[in-house]
């Protein structure tokens, strides 16, 4: 039995990966390395249960020999362009790698007789509430990203009408954490503190979100796609608690110990932006007995000490 991750050298992959070597599976890590970090794949080199595999998860042909090859029976599909910005400027390339992407991998789950498949989706597919959101909400993305994800969990109820394969639609929330490939607000914090500002410049920072740990999102992912035993099983993956980004601005720099101070960035306010976003994340604790930790001071002063600044 083998495992594939799309989106090896990405963030939360790279999570993945580790909690799937960690239980003895074996796995095939597919990247095309355009959007991920190289070294997320090149600590690895010495694991044998891990091989790598550099396409491109639109190539639809390579895709699918990638799954037969390596007799690939579970799949989890996190590739796809995730930075909001990014898709915001080029919403033809979160089409094509979001929605083509996923039809491309659920192909191969289809010619390759695959037996279960998470497909990491977002919070982003629900319309803005300042109530936490339950996953039998109607979904009403509220800009592009969420728009992808949305039809990328269409594609997979499509498919599962003529297929035997169990999926895992994960809607997470606000990830943070160690190896970050995205230029979101906590990276961007720690950057500015390392290159020794003193004054942080930064967007908006009234938004309230899930912050979500993201090696605990990782094993989350994992343990749910083992439960899930409905065709199509939807859960949300966050902590069930919303921080103001001004207290967790707070938060890290307190606990670096810098004083820096806050500026406002113009060029960093986005032009139209959601100010709450929260999960109910009572499926998540019925499914597999336990959900992320909410405990913003602990999940940074672990972010603190994987970037050495503590």
Do not use: C
């Amino acid at each position: 039995m083998t495992t594939m991750v799309t989106g090896a050298a990405g963030y939360l992959g790279s999570y993945v990966i580790d909690t799937l070597l960690e239980r003895g599976k074996k796995v095939v890590g597919l990247d095309n390395l355009a959007w991920g970090n190289k070294e997320h794949i090149e600590r690895l080199d010495d694991n044998p249960n891990f091989t790598f595999a550099n396409v491109d998860v639109t190539d639809t042909g390579a895709v699918s020999a990638t799954v037969q090859e390596n007799g690939v029976t579970d799949i989890f599909h996190l590739a796809a362009l995730h930075f909001i910005p990014a898709a915001v400027a080029d919403p033809s390339l979160a089409v094509r790698i979001n929605v083509l992407g996923t039809q491309s991998v659920l192909d191969a789950v289809r010619d390759g007789g695959v037996e279960r498949m998470a497909f990491a989706s977002t919070g982003d597919v629900y319309a803005p509430s300042d109530d936490a959101h339950h996953e039998d909400l109607e979904p009403a993305p509220f800009n592009i990203y969420g728009l992808t994800k949305l039809q990328g969990e269409q594609l997979i109820a499509n498919a599962q009408r003529s297929l035997d394969t169990k999926f895992l639609v994960a809607r997470f929330f606000n990830l943070y954490g160690a190896r970050e490939t995205n230029p979101h607000i906590v990276p961007e914090i720690v950057d500015q503190l390392k290159a020794g500002s003193g004054v942080l410049r930064l967007g908006n920072l009234d938004p309230r979100r899930d912050m979500v740990p993201v090696d605990e999102a990782g094993k989350a992912l994992v343990e749910a796609l083992a439960a899930a035993s409905d065709p199509i099983t939807t859960v949300n993956v966050g902590t069930g608690t919303a921080h103001r980004m001004g207290d967790l601005v707070d938060t890290l720099v307190s606990l670096a110990g810098t004083g820096a101070t806050v500026e406002t960035d113009p060029a960093k306010v986005r032009k139209s932006e959601r100010m709450h976003l929260q999960a109910d994340v009572g499926r998540l604790r019925n499914l597999i007995g336990w959900a992320p930790s909410p405990d913003l001071e602990a999940g940074i002063t672990t972010l603190l000490k994987a970037e050495g600044m503590t």
